[in-house]
């Protein structure tokens, strides 16, 4: 069936790591999200790409960095950098229409 | 840039009642299309139901049904005979005809009592 993986589901992260979530779908779709989700504040965009090695800053792209070296894989890195970055993580695709794909999610908590 | 507000937090409501969930939004677009996600307690985002701008029928999926008011920038979404599997959160969601990212609203966690 198609759909979107997301990996881990769940992470912890010690203080100054960098972590990578991976995020995989077998949809062909060409545009792929990531978002976040703090309680209260609802989803807010970090990075999207809309083609291979392409892709453009959301509204909380500091401390994030992202690759999209195939059309299946959007891999996000949680920097250092990112100073509270517990919290759940989404992942989305579409074929550029109005529908939208959701991956399960990963739960990243800094220990 | 767009915005989506949800002004409720949280709502309750007892099982087999209606119950309206508000939702605003700001945009100088003319098409578009606004949405309905439930997130239950497994976090997965799940399509309750979908309005194009363009139409002017509301949208009805089953219990789930809208009122769509363009020129207030309104979407509620309206769910009646509530069921215990509605319980969840509900995000709503903003989306330029032309544009590519998805806005979602703060959401609004609803809990159906038995």
């Known amino acids: 069936d198609g759909g979107i993986t997301q990996s881990p589901k769940y992470l912890f992260r010690k203080e100054g790591q960098n972590v990578t979530l991976s995020c995989e779908q077998n949809l062909n779709h060409d545009a792929m999200y990531w978002y976040r989700q703090d309680p209260g504040q609802g989803l807010r965009l970090i990075y999207y790409s809309q083609i291979v090695n392409d892709f453009q800053k959301g509204d909380i792209a500091e401390g994030y960095s992202v690759s999209r070296e195939k059309k299946e894989s959007f891999p996000l890195t949680v920097t250092s950098a990112q100073k509270n970055p517990t919290a759940f993580y989404l992942c989305a695709s579409t074929y550029g229409g109005p529908g939208y794909t959701f991956g399960s999610g990963t739960r990243l908590t800094v220990v | ?114």
């Open chain 2, 1 to 114: 840039a767009q915005t989506v507000t949800q002004s409720q937090p949280e709502m309750s409501v007892q099982e087999a009642e209606t119950v309206t969930l508000s939702c605003t939004y700001d945009t100088s677009e003319s098409n578009y299309y606004l949405f309905w996600y439930k997130q239950p307690p497994s976090r997965q985002m799940i399509l309750v139901i979908r309005q194009e701008a363009y139409k002017q029928q509301n949208a009805t999926e089953n219990r789930f049904s809208v009122n769509f008011q363009k020129a207030a920038k309104s979407f509620s979404l309206k769910i009646s005979d509530s069921q215990l599997g509605d319980t969840a959160m509900y995000f709503c969601a903003f989306k330029g005809v032309g544009g590519s990212r998805l806005t979602f609203g703060e959401g609004t966690q609803l809990t159906v009592n038995p």
